[in-house]
């Protein structure tokens, strides 16, 4: 995508300065011969300030409508039921979902890792099997559960669906499940 907004920019820039660059030969050309008006000086400079507003309009539209990526935040993402820690091990981390797969006895969970107090990344403390949030020091369980720290609940979770070999994490932002503790009820169990 951004390879797309280089090519739109430089074709939507490139008259602009090969026209810039021929109004300074002819400048050039007559230095000393013609002078600049009050009028056509504010009439270009007005115009100028205008191009680059409606450019940066232009590049903010494109930016905006453009499609998220499939399998990215705020997609339904597939994680192979293979690819799940065992119960017990350290969490998988999926960067493009933002989130942590936790294997429990009581189920598999999809913790989003946006820290609720003000939304910094918790990541997992292996050494202590929980997870630190390094922004204001709140510290969560395997669980989500909140130990410590300001952060007012639990971590948030992602809801989890099994289709043949996949769990499927939801991460819409919608759809995150906000909660003041662990429930095992939460916890999606996995096939076999």
């Known amino acids: 995508m951004v390879a797309l907004l280089r090519t739109i920019t430089g074709l939507v820039l ?3 300065i090969s026209g810039i660059a021929a109004l300074l030969s002819r400048l050039h050309e007559g230095v000393g011969t013609r002078r ?3 009028r056509s000086f504010l009439r270009n400079t007005v115009l100028g300030s205008v191009g680059i ?3 940066e309009l232009a590049g903010g539209f494109v930016v905006f409508f453009w499609p998220n990526k499939t399998g990215a935040f ?3 993402i597939n994680v192979p039921i293979s690819a799940v820690p065992a ?4 969490p998988l981390v999926n960067r493009d979902g933002k989130f942590y797969i936790i294997n429990n006895d009581d189920g598999v969970l999809a913790l989003y890792w946006k820290c609720v107090h ?3 990344t918790v990541p997992w403390n292996a050494g202590e099997g929980d997870f630190h949030c390094p922004c204001h020091g709140s510290v969560y369980d395997r669980h989500g559960n909140r130990i410590a720290g300001p952060a007012p609940r639990a971590m948030d979770l992602f809801p989890i669906t099994i289709e043949g070999s996949n769990l499927v994490v939801d991460t819409n932002p919608d759809h ?3 909660r003041q503790e662990f ?3 939460e916890a999606t169990k996995l096939p076999g």
């Open 14 to 16: 490139a008259p602009v």
């Open 36 to 38: 600049v008006t009050r």
């Open 53 to 55: 507003v409606l450019l």
């Open 74 to 76: 705020g997609k339904p």
């Open 87 to 90: 119960v017990g091990a350290d």
């Open 118 to 120: 003000l939304g910094c």
């Open 176 to 178: 995150v499940i906000e």
């Open 183 to 185: 429930h095992p009820n």
